[in-house]
């Protein structure tokens, strides 16, 4: 019998935990105009990078915003509706738009100058290549 182990990892927790709160201030005190919606994301670490993927169908890249402040990775944006028609009926409307943002804590440092950004089918896809000290290190035993 084999049993499936899940690590936990806080900084995941704390950046969901920080994307619902933001998600439920802006229902509260939004404007109304617009809804915030949570694109699903991926975060994979390999010996040399942190690779980061996020969803966000039907978005033009000139609409993505991402920025690094410290060991803080931000993806922003906004997907906008399509214009409204009067002469059209909807009985179902399931896409989300209106504005997003995700922060992440990176769990390790990065080299920000070498950051890599590509979007392509829908999904943003950054390497975020790590700093030498965040490597690890095979220590000669004597």
């Known amino acids: 019998m084999s049993a499936n182990i899940t690590r936990w990892i806080p900084f995941r927790t704390a950046s969901l935990l920080q994307d619902e709160i933001d998600c ?3 229902s509260a005190f939004g404007d109304g105009r617009s809804a915030m919606w949570t694109p699903a994301l991926d975060i994979e670490e ?3 990078n942190i690779i980061v993927r996020a ?3 039907g978005m033009k890249k000139e ?3 991402v920025s690094l402040e410290g060991d803080q990775l931000r993806i922003s944006g906004e997907r906008r509706s399509e214009a409204e028609q009067k002469d059209r009926t909807f009985y179902r409307a399931e896409r989300a738009y209106g504005r997003f943002q995700r922060t992440l804590t990176l ?3 990065v ?3 070498k950051i890599s950004a590509v979007y392509s089918d829908g999904v943003l896809e950054l ?7 965040a490597k690890a ?3 000669e035993i004597q």
């Open 127 to 133: 390497a975020l290549p790590k700093a030498e000290a």
């Open 46 to 48: 390999t010996k040399d």
């Open 24 to 26: 439920l201030l802006e």
């Open 111 to 113: 080299k920000s100058d």
């Open 63 to 65: 609409d993505i915003k």
């Open 55 to 57: 969803e966000l169908p």
């Open 137 to 139: 290190k095979e220590i």
């Open 107 to 109: 769990p390790s440092d």
